[in-house]
């Protein structure tokens, strides 16, 4: 008889409410409420001075001023194209969170489109218009949601061109501005790049978190000390290099780890404490690959020696 094979079937995950609320009970909750957030800075804050945000949002908003059509819809219907492209790239559950933070971001614009505005001080407007709308997209984006198609198009043609992301986006937006101080005047594209500014900076900051990396290099005669110290109050370990000074022509110790940025002025005390002569440089790190950056669970020994790797 001609022997049977087994076939091998891959175990499927098991499907828990842990594993439900952490994938999307909990970002789709997120989500609603920086879209809230996103609607509310909008409406209350930009749309009745004309100031502007960027991307398809601020296309929408030109559009909107010049026709009386409801913004929370154009925003819908200009961004379908770039969402087809969004799935073909990121997958399903970008889809599905990028159309569900539209559905409620564009719900609430239609329910504070009828509210009176904060406040009529346009420094007022665009401070804390910017601040509210940058925690509501850096919510959406920090869990895994969309507001707006340019991001996904500049990640396109970033393969193949030499600007970043970010260049291409801020190239977009500039266009943008640049078409608003046309029709609605220069100081209304002046305030909206303000605006767009401090959206930026405040997206970053919560997108990342304050656990956004740094990396640090220290040059030293006190390597060991500085290592040990670092572990035992930070719990991070240091990759140890050797150098050696072109003036002095003696040797010198490179320490190198990944603090987040909170950390920052704990590690600034111990190289003051430990070596006065040492000289650190710290730099932003944009990604990291592995889990070196998260605290270690386990109570960290103050009096354990820490051995760089």
Known sequence: ????????????????????????????????????????ALEEFLVPFTILDGGIVGISMIISQLSGWPLG???????????????RRLGKRFLIKAIYAMI????????????????????????FGGVLLGIGVGLILR???CLDGTEIVAMLLSHHMEFSV?????????????????LFGPDRALY????????????????????????????????????DKIYSQLGRTCTQMEGKG??????????????????????????NDADVS????????????GNHIKRRKAPVNKNSAAHPK
């Open 1 to 40: 008889m001609p022997e049977t094979r087994k076939r091998h079937h891959k175990p499927q995950k098991q499907i828990t409410f842990e594993y439900v609320f952490k994938q999307w009970i909990a970002p789709l909750f997120m989500i609603t409420v920086g879209a809230v957030i996103a609607a509310f």
């Open 246 to 271: 072109m003036v002095s022509n003696g040797k010198k110790t490179v320490l190198y780890c990944v603090i987040t940025r909170v950390e920052v002025p704990a590690i600034k005390k111990i190289i």
């Open 104 to 127: 409620v971001f564009s719900s609430f614009l239609g329910v504070f489109e009828h509210m009176k505005e904060v406040t009529n001080q346009e420094i007022l407007v665009v401070v």
């Open 278 to 289: 040492a000289f650190m440089t710290i730099s932003d790190v944009s990604e990291i690959v």
């Open 192 to 227: 909206s790049l303000l605006t767009y500014f401090i959206t930026s900076k405040i997206i970053d900051i919560v997108e990342n978190g304050m656990e956004q990396g740094k990396s640090v290099m220290i040059i030293t005669d006190h390597g060991k000390d500085i290592a």
């Open 166 to 182: 970010g260049q291409i986006v801020l190239f977009f937006n500039i266009i943008i501005y640049a078409v608003a101080g046309f």
């Open 143 to 145: 869990y895994g949601g």
């Open 73 to 87: 819809v154009l925003t819908i219907v200009l961004n379908i194209p770039f969402m087809i492209l969004g799935y």
